[in-house]
């Protein structure tokens, strides 16, 4: 069998990659003879379908084979030295045209926005074992978002209601239209990245995955996005409100006896109002200064209040006990000089 790739494939995939799981296959046996070279410039057009084709072909081989994809260490190992030192895994970010006309505006929002080039640099930190894809799409009238075998998946839809909530008249003052976007959307994607470190670095996780989740987004957040933080926190505050079917602060008194259908204490993640406590929480533990007013307003319970400061170097401890050790140091300190990601705080 042939497969031709082109330098860029037309859907976001970097044949550069592509090129060492094309070799893979063909150690593993399951292609039999393999031709990998640049299309030419004048065949690009006429060979585009029949590298598209090869290129889904591929890419389905890669989820179904995972028997001779974990066999491939030895057959590596067999045919040259392993690198002396790790190497950064790939991380994709793709952004598919939606099948929905509706999601137009959502497909050139997520294209122009810098979340998705800010987290795929967060990620290139840590030396992993297999590369993440981040992907963004239409999701037949589904419109959430979550991490499986791999790949990050946000749907045009979920995009589409931060969108809505940011726009809505009823957003109010202390969060802007931008901070409304900007800080859900780095949210979700690095919770849902946060998925595939645990998955790929087998972190051990005393308590529920998804608020790990949430404490390595809202960490990386503080630390990584530092000159935004204040901005960031606030979006995702309003977002956590608005999952709670309210808009502010002061509509939380309304539903303090609210009580939710039983099944959503059940679920994996907590309850968006208890998000909305541990964000604001962990934030102003790292930085009273500046997230003080976001703490007052949100009438943050006295009891919890004190102890902020201990919940948010917990996390660091635990970030830097379970994590740092999978950054590239140095990688990290060029990229970003100013955040301490690696080195365990002082006791
Ligand atoms: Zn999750």
Not at 52 to 69: D, E, H, N, S, V
Not at 87 to 103: N, Q
């Amino acid at each position: 069998m042939t497969i031709l790739l082109s330098e860029r494939y037309g859907d976001g995939v970097d044949c550069a990659e592509a090129r060492p799981v094309v070799e893979r296959f063909v150690a593993c046996g399951v292609l039999r003879h393999t031709v990998v070279k640049p299309v030419a410039q004048t065949a690009r057009t006429l060979a585009h379908s029949a590298v598209r084709q090869g290129m889904r072909t591929i890419i389905k081989w890669l989820t179904m084979t995972g028997a001779c994809i974990a066999a491939l260490p030895a057959a590596a190992e067999a045919t040259g030295p392993a690198p002396a030192r790790p190497t950064p895994a790939a991380i994709h970010v793709i952004h598919e045209p939606p099948t929905d006309p509706s999601h137009r505006a959502v497909y050139e929002l997520v294209q122009g926005d810098a979340t998705f080039a800010r987290a795929r640099d967060v990620f290139t930190l840590f030396n992993l074992p297999k590369p993440i894809t981040i992907r963004t799409r239409s999701c037949s009238g589904r419109g959430g978002a979550w991490y499986y075998e791999g790949t990050v998946t946000i749907c045009y839809g979920y995009v589409q209601t931060i969108l809505d909530n940011a726009r809505s008249p009823e957003r109010p003052s202390w969060v802007s239209e931008d901070a409304a976007i900007a800080g859900p959307m780095a949210d979700v994607v690095l919770h849902e990245g946060a998925h595939a470190l645990f998955e790929f670095l087998k972190t051990p996780l005393l308590g529920r995955e998804e608020d790990a989740a949430d404490m390595f987004a809202t960490f990386v957040l503080l630390n990584v996005f530092r000159a935004d933080a204040k901005a960031l926190i606030s979006g995702i505050a309003y977002s956590y409100l608005n999952d709670a079917r309210v808009r502010n602060f002061t509509e939380l008194p309304a539903i303090e006896n609210r009580v939710l259908p039983s099944r959503a204490y059940g679920g994996a993640h907590s309850t968006p109002l208890q998000r909305l406590y541990s964000v604001i929480c962990h934030a102003s533990g790292f930085d009273e200064a500046v997230f003080r007013d976001l703490k007052r307003s949100s009438d943050l319970p006295v009891w919890r209040a004190g102890g902020c400061e201990d919940e948010y170097n917990q996390i660091a401890h635990a970030f830097r006990t379970l994590l740092g050790p999978h950054i590239d140091a140095d990688r990290a300190k060029a990229m970003f000089p100013y955040a301490n990601l690696t080195a365990a705080p002082t006791p």
